[in-house]
């Protein structure tokens, strides 16, 4: 892993929950009747799409990062067509992990926070694991 400045550093991504962010469908999908709401799965999507731009920038070539922990905590439901701003921020950085907290915001204020820790392995590493050749 490339050295340089990244605790501290931020990113920010504004996005508009639409249906095809809400559980429906998937096997969290809530009981008949509840509201459609920015569901788990697609909101921890957005977070590691987002804390990964943080961290790419000091992958070497040969590197990859991969998830390594995820946690959300919900504060408040988030329904489709609100607008959220996500923030990431860089909080650990250790030789082969990186810790980032993501604040999930709307007009009403922190709708969920969560912690993405991110380990960073060699390609050749992480295609081993999974018992693979080549890339």
């Given at each position: 892993m490339r050295t340089g400045r990244a605790r501290g550093r931020s990113r920010q991504r504004e996005l508009v929950v639409d249906a095809?962010?809400?559980?429906a469908g998937r096997a969290t999908e809530l009981p008949d009747g509840l509201p459609q709401t920015f569901g788990t799965l697609a909101?921890?999507?957005?977070?590691?799409?987002?804390?990964?731009?943080?961290?790419?920038?000091?992958?070497?070539?040969d590197e990859v990062a991969v998830p390594g922990r995820i946690e959300i905590i919900h504060r408040n439901p988030?329904?489709?067509?609100?607008?959220?701003?996500l923030e990431a921020?860089?909080?650990?950085?250790?030789?082969?992990?990186?810790?980032?907290?993501?604040?999930?915001?709307?007009?009403?204020g922190v709708s969920a926070r969560a912690s993405y820790e991110q380990e960073v392995v060699a390609r050749s590493e992480w295609l081993g694991r999974l018992g693979t050749l080549a890339a």
């Amino acid at each position: 892993m490339r050295t340089g400045r990244a605790r501290g550093r931020s990113r920010q991504r504004e996005l508009v929950v639409d249906a095809s962010m809400t559980d429906a469908g998937r096997a969290t999908e809530l009981p008949d009747g509840l509201p459609q709401t920015f569901g788990t799965l697609a909101m921890g999507d957005a977070i590691a799409s987002l804390a990964r731009e943080l961290l790419a920038e000091h992958l070497d070539a040969d590197e990859v990062a991969v998830p390594g922990r995820i946690e959300i905590i919900h504060r408040n439901p988030i329904p489709v067509g609100a607008t959220v701003l996500l923030e990431a921020t860089v909080q650990v950085v250790e030789p082969s992990r990186v810790t980032c907290e993501v604040l999930v915001r709307t007009d009403a204020g922190v709708s969920a926070r969560a912690s993405y820790e991110q380990e960073v392995v060699a390609r050749s590493e992480w295609l081993g694991r999974l018992g693979t050749l080549a890339a």
